[in-house]
T-cell receptor, first 115, second 115 residues
Framework: AQTVTQSQPEMSVQEAETVTLSCTYDTSENNYYLFWYKQPPSRQMILVIRQEAYKQQNATENRFSVNFQKAAKSFSLKISDSQLGDTAMYFCAFIIIQGAQKLVFGQGTRLTINP | DSGVTQTPKHLITATGQRVTLRCSPRSGDLSVYWYQQSLDQGLQFLIQYYNGEERAKGNILERFSAQQFPDLHSELNLSSLELGDSALYFC??????????????FGPGTRLTVL
């Protein structure tokens, strides 16, 4: 079975702090892509960052970076210098390269940035 | 704004009814995906179309059907609606090749409420 587990249902930090969201996944496949999507109160799903499983280098997008540990099947998201606009649900997801082209999502982490 | 449009934004209907949700992909994207986001099931893949043809199927009920038209817009038809069908329905699109490696960009969603 292909599953994604986000063990932190809710997190809360102060503005400008750094926060790390956890994600583990399970697949027997070797080639896949990993994603973090953000869903603010508007409910829009917004791509935050993407990581190719064959790449050892961790992806970075401005204040967002990932810690990808393939052997441990772990894919955490670090948000640096957090901003009020980062308040949202964050979903970890992956897609298998060979097979049905579906994103498999975790249950999400609700992140609140406090002023 | 992802470039993916969905109509309507909100839909309220009664049990046993039939509704149609519409999605227009980003300009140039050939692949369209439908996802359902509900409180108890989370985000689940329903179905994918690529250039008019069904490409992959997920946890889509037999009461649900979809199609993609020659102009590449897609419709998701939900019939014999039940209370449990109340959810946020997302459409996503991806680039020309429609490969799993293509990033999926999500529309704003249609919130369906079945009373």
């Amino acid at each position: 079975a292909q599953t994604v587990t986000q063990s932190q249902p809710e997190m809360s930090v102060q503005e400008a702090e750094t926060v790390t969201l956890s994600c583990t996944y399970d697949t027997s496949e070797n080639n896949y892509y990993l994603f973090w999507y953000k869903q603010p109160p508007s409910r829009q799903m917004i791509l935050v960052i993407r990581q190719e499983a064959y790449k050892q280098q961790n992806a970075t997008e401005n204040r967002f970076s990932v810690n990808f540990q393939k052997a441990a099947k772990s894919f955490s998201l670090k948000i640096s210098d957090s901003q009020l606009g980062d308040t949202a649900m964050y979903f970890c997801a992956f897609i298998i390269i060979q097979g049905a082209q579906k994103l498999v999502f975790g249950q999400g982490t609700r992140l609140t940035i406090n002023p | 704004d992802s470039g993916v449009t969905q109509t309507p934004k909100h839909l309220i209907t009664a049990t046993g009814q039939r509704v149609t949700l519409r999605c227009s992909p980003r300009s140039g994207d050939l692949s369209v995906y439908w996802y359902q986001q509900s409180l108890d099931q989370g985000l689940q893949f329903l179905i994918q179309y690529y250039n008019g043809e069904e490409r992959a199927k997920g946890n889509i009920l037999e009461r649900f059907s979809a199609q993609q038209f020659p102009d590449l817009h897609s419709e998701l038809n939900l019939s014999s609606l039940e209370l449990g069908d109340s959810a946020l329905y997302f459409c996503a699109s991806s680039a020309l090749a429609g490969l799993p490696t293509d990033t999926q960009y999500f529309g704003p969603g249609t919130r369906l409420t079945v009373l």
